[in-house]
């Protein structure tokens, strides 16, 4: 007898590289975060003459979109320390993690599709306060093939 096949996949593919985990951090370190966070001067991010729908901090390094480049950025706060060795360990890293971003997001704002700058070469994401989705794509050529992938942040409500 032959098993009948499913009409769809009952395993989600990820993107190449994607590897998630729930709940990385304690609900208590979380808090923690939040609160200092909180108590960054956020600025409203700009994209060149345009200003996003978000509040960023940057530290290490930032991207000027207008120069299209990294500028020096404010030291990484200390209070980040340990998560940033969480995260190299988690990331096998051979070397240190130099830029940190915190970013602010209004409850229902989302960021539409980008793809990150070659200059991070690996990207490391924390929600904190609530979850959000993320949908990953790639922007296809005339014929068809993945030519670079995109990803856009959804927020959830």
């Keep these: 007898m032959t098993q009948q096949l ?33 108590a960054l001067p956020l600025q409203p991010f700009q ?51 130099a830029q940190v971003l915190c970013t602010e997001y209004d409850v229902g704002v989302g960021i539409g599709w980008h793809r990150d700058k070659p200059h991070f070469d690996l990207i490391f994401g924390l929600s904190l306060g609530s979850p959000c989705k993320f949908r990953f794509g790639a922007r296809l050529a005339k014929n068809g093939s993945a030519i670079r992938s995109r990803r856009r942040r959804v927020r959830s409500t």
Excluded at 14 to 23: D, I, K, M, T
Excluded at 62 to 70: A, F, G, I, S, W
């Design 6 to 38: 499913a009409l769809f996949p009952s395993e989600k593919t990820s993107p190449q590289g994607l590897r998630y985990v729930a709940e990385f951090i304690s609900p208590a370190l979380e808090r923690e975060l939040i609160g200092h966070v909180s």
């Design 47 to 97: 994209f060149g003459a345009f200003e996003g729908r978000r509040r960023v901090a940057s530290f290490g390094f930032r991207y000027d979109y207008t120069l299209q480049r990294l500028q020096p950025a404010e030291p990484i706060p200390s209070w980040i320390g340990s998560l940033i060795q969480q995260v190299e360990t988690y990331g096998g890293l051979s070397a240190r993690i």
